[in-house]
């Protein structure tokens, strides 16, 4: 099983790092998909509440276009820019988000879904 992304209705192929953040993710998607809204935040990523707390391995790191990280434990971030803080590296995106995340607002959906290999 893996977790699928979509902003906005659309699929991003994602690549997920295999932590305990993950795993918690990946257990609570079991029960049912999460539809959250991530508003743009210092010109650089969009952040929203999970409404959960999953487990943090928090490393002062720069984040990149294209990463996911978790924030304060309960925070989804997508990436579009650059930043230096504290995170947990939950995956990345393998193509360029920027023109669907450098809105106002997204809408983000994480299903889990079967492995097609």
Known sequence: MTITLSIDGQNMPVTWEENEAV????????????????????????VGELGMTLPSQNTQQTAQPGDIMLYNSSQLVLFYGQNRWSYTKLGHMATDAKSQLAKDKVTVTLTLEENND
């Open 23 to 46: 795993f918690a993710l990946k257990k609570a998607l079991e029960k049912q998909p999460l539809t959250i809204t991530l508003s743009a935040y210092g010109g650089f990523e969009q």
